[in-house]
T-cell receptor
Framework: NAGVTQTPKFQVLKTGQSMTLQCAQDMNHEYMSWYRQDPGMGLRLIHYSVGAGITDQGEVPNGYNVSRSTTEDFPLRLLSAAPSQTSVYFC?????????????FGEGSRLTVL | LAKTTQPISMDSYEGQEVNITCSHNNIATNDYITWYQQFPSQGPRFIIQGYKTKVTNEVASLFIPADRKSSTLSLPRVSLSDTAVYYCLVGPSGNTPLVFGKGTRLSVIA
């Protein structure tokens, strides 16, 4: 049981490049989400999904796209990277039906945009 | 989404009990209170969750008064390895997303 797996762990991009951060979970969780964490700051919610085919915006969605074609995968796309998107990105999942909300986090993807 | 307020930072010596209080005045009836711990370069991990009164596990205790407008995370006899950021979250009600604040940075000193 791998839990939540994020790839890549590290990535360097040039301004204007696009890329996709991958997130996969093997716990059959309905709910998945992406957060970003800037140095010394808390986590800010980018996008989330309550099930396959359903996505919604969080606190800071601009510059990012998501899709949820399967229960297992929730990729985060950066359309045109900007230095302001330099951050650590965390994917998290939980069961979507109960009020008990334990989130399971991946190890993070550290992105640097030059 | 219910907002939470907690101290930005706290210091403690090893072996002491640490209490971190979180305010959540607009908590909804169906909301639970959950605490997470985050070490540097890692994702947060679940510590404890409660709805009312007191919850205890092998790591911490969570005290919730009857009005549920605040909660206190209690860490008994902290060690250097408890140095981390602690987040208080309220929710989720149904599929409402969990929103993290800035958390409380706990520094344990030898």
């Amino acid at each position: 049981n791998a839990g939540v797996t994020q790839t890549p762990k590290f990535q360097v991009l040039k301004t204007g490049q696009s890329m996709t951060l991958q997130c996969a979970q093997d716990m059959n969780h309905e709910y998945m989400s992406w957060y970003r964490q800037d140095p010394g700051m808390g986590l800010r919610l980018i996008h989330y999904s309550v099930g396959a085919g359903i996505t919604d915006q969080g606190e800071v969605p601009n510059g990012y796209n998501v899709s949820r074609s399967t229960t297992e995968d929730f990729p985060l796309r950066l359309l045109s990277a900007a230095p302001s998107q330099t951050s650590v990105y965390f994917c998290a999942s939980r069961t979507g039906t109960a009020n008990t909300g334990e989130l399971f986090f991946g190890e993070g993807s550290r992105l640097t945009v030059l | 989404l219910a907002k939470t307020t907690q101290p930005i930072s706290m210091d403690s010596y090893e072996g002491q009990e640490v209490n971190i209080t979180c305010s959540h005045n607009n908590i909804a009836t169906n909301d639970y209170i959950t605490w997470y711990q985050q070490f540097p370069s890692q994702g947060p991990r679940f510590i404890i969750q409660g709805y009312k009164t007191k919850v205890t596990n092998e790591v911490a205790s969570l005290f919730i008064p009857a009005d549920r407008k605040s909660s206190t995370l209690s860490l008994p006899r902290v060690s250097l390895s408890d140095t981390a950021v602690y987040y208080c979250l309220v929710g989720p009600s149904g599929n409402t997303p969990l929103v993290f604040g800035k958390g409380t940075r706990l520094s344990v000193i030898a």
